[in-house]
């Protein structure tokens, strides 16, 4: 499979449990990742400079389409435990306004900072059979300084296959209803989610595990459950991208066997509500 991922790649200033550190990330990089394992993936984003390392990393994802920007997307993440952060805008990348030439089987929009407008998501569904998104980057603030959320309007995401959002976040969209898209995905870090395929409301919880930071996790799940959706029943799917997400949460990466996922994904409960 052919896979297109929209959105910046960040540069993540850590701060947690007294430490500080640097690194790659943003929704678009974490999807992309795992998408990595499904499909070859493309990255359409915007940046200005980064470390040889991550470009090597970015490089290793998938093929690299970058608008030319006169600065990156930075953000500062300050953690009091493992899935509560305080999270700051510093810097901001180019918009990406236009989609690539080419056929993609399936395509994940997943911005950050407000990357993305909603006439390219129209474009999009338009144009591309199988298309998901995340909400997070649609409702957060775009100007420096402590990220706020902000209203938006739902109707822009009808006919996408798959939307995931956090269940804080949800509250923020507006003129939407679960029955506009194919998969809503409602997760809320180790807590009980909500799923809905067509209308029709699921329960599922994650396998809870102790984790030092929860960053990525549920762009890593949006990847993950798009992969095995192209190919999967709904609730195997489900199954499959909580417990892919337990042990990227578990690595910090996505080395590990398909085999593993199977097996921790029968510890993976859903049910119809």
Request: glycine letters at 10%; proline letters at 4%.
């Amino acid at each position: 499979m052919r896979c297109l991922v929209i959105g910046h790649v960040v540069r993540d200033i850590v701060r947690n449990g007294g430490k500080t550190f640097e690194r790659l990330g943003g929704g678009a990089y974490y999807s992309a990742l795992a998408l990595s394992r499904f499909c070859e993936v493309e990255v359409l984003t915007s940046f200005s400079e980064l470390p040889a390392n991550w470009l090597l990393e970015l490089e290793s994802v998938g093929v690299l389409r970058v608008i030319p920007s006169e600065s990156t997307t930075t953000y500062e993440l300050t953690y009091s435990d493992g899935n509560q952060r305080e999270l700051r805008l510093l810097g901001r990348a180019s918009p990406i306004e236009e989609l690539p030439d080419g056929n993609y089987d399936a395509v994940v929009i997943n911005p950050v900072a407000g990357e993305v407008g909603q006439e390219l998501v129209r474009k999009a569904v338009e144009k591309f059979p199988f298309v998901a998104a995340d909400l997070q980057g649609f409702i957060r603030s775009t100007e420096p300084g402590k990220v706020s959320y902000r209203p938006f309007n739902g109707s822009t995401l009808r006919g996408l296959k798959i939307l995931h959002a956090d269940v804080s976040e949800f509250e923020y969209l507006t003129d939407f209803s679960p029955d506009a898209v194919e998969v809503l995905l409602l997760s809320d870090g180790p807590e009980r989610g909500r799923a809905f395929l067509r209308g029709k409301e699921y329960s599922f919880q994650p396998v809870r595990s102790e984790v030092d930071e929860s960053t990525g996790a549920g762009d890593v799940f949006l990847g993950a459950f798009t992969g095995f959706y192209t190919g999967c029943p709904f609730i195997q799917s489900l199954k499959r991208a909580a417990a892919f997400t337990a042990l990227f949460l578990a690595h910090r990466s996505v080395n590990f066997s398909m085999d593993d996922v199977g097996e921790l994904a029968k510890k993976v409960e859903v049910k119809r509500v």
